[in-house]
């Protein structure tokens, strides 16, 4: 069974049909426009790209499927649909069942209500692999470094 934040990262938590549940999107095509698997977002120009801190509106994660996008591809891979769960990089600590926002290299961070708004926020932090099964394995708190599995809400 994979546990490591490498084997994890981008991989549906569940059984998620990824022909269902991803879609394809348009995205830049110059150098430097390959988006590894993470939290992207859609930019106002219409094109997917790494979500960066503040980022707020359309969300969602790259999945590890291949073929991965190149910088020369005009299309990436976007897991977007609300209540699909995913792996994605955790930085800074967060409680199961807190909203989950990006950074600026495209990971989980703890949402803040006094001075984010929800739309920064569409992820809700579940668990790590295998927690939140059973009444014995309760979800703990996910921590920098670590694969958060998060479920997609919509903010």
């Known amino acids: 069974m994979p546990a490591s934040l490498s084997d994890l990262k981008g991989l549906p938590a569940n059984d998620e049909d990824l022909e269902k549940n991803v879609s394809i999107g348009n995205k830049a095509t110059t150098g430097g ?40 591809d005009p299309t990436l891979q976007v897991a977007d649909r609300n209540d699909t769960e995913w792996y994605i990089e955790g930085a800074g600590t ?29 992820f809700i932090y579940e668990g790590h692999y295998g927690e939140g099964v059973g009444l014995d394995n309760k979800p703990t708190d996910g921590l920098t470094g670590q694969a958060w599995r998060v479920r997609i809400s919509g903010g």
Not at 53 to 68: Q, R
Not at 95 to 118: E, H, L, M, S
């Open 94 to 122: 967060v409680k199961p069942g807190q909203r989950v926002k990006p950074d600026a290299n495209g990971n989980g961070i703890p949402w803040v209500a006094a001075t984010d708004t929800i739309k920064e926020a569409p």
């Open 33 to 72: 426009s390959k988006v590894d698997p993470g939290i992207i977002i859609l930019n106002t120009a219409g094109v997917w790209a790494k979500a960066g801190a503040g980022a707020s509106g359309p969300m969602g994660i790259v999945p590890k499927k291949h073929p991965l996008n190149t910088d020369t």
